[in-house]
């Protein structure tokens, strides 16, 4: 089970952007784009970064960590 919830796929949505493009912009695969946005694959700090600068948010907004594991 993972750890954060996020809001990646609505964003993306919003944007217009399909995952292939967000998997090119960031040099990824499409199937990683889709394992994050199904909460099966937490990307490293530097990928939520990236996400979070192409999508216009903060990494902060675009990841809901689980309250548990900030205790």
């Known amino acids: 089970m993972r ?3 996020n ?4 964003l993306r949505k919003e944007k217009n952007y399909r995952q292939e493009d967000l998997a090119t912009a960031l040099g990824v695969t499409r199937q990683t784009i889709n394992a994050i946005e199904n909460n099966k694959y937490d990307p490293t700090l530097l990928l939520a970064f990236k996400l979070a600068n192409l999508l216009g948010t ?3 907004t675009l990841f809901e960590p689980d309250p548990a594991m900030l205790k």
């Open 58 to 60: 903060t990494v902060d």
């Open 3 to 5: 750890s954060m919830k």
């Open 7 to 10: 809001t990646i796929r609505d």
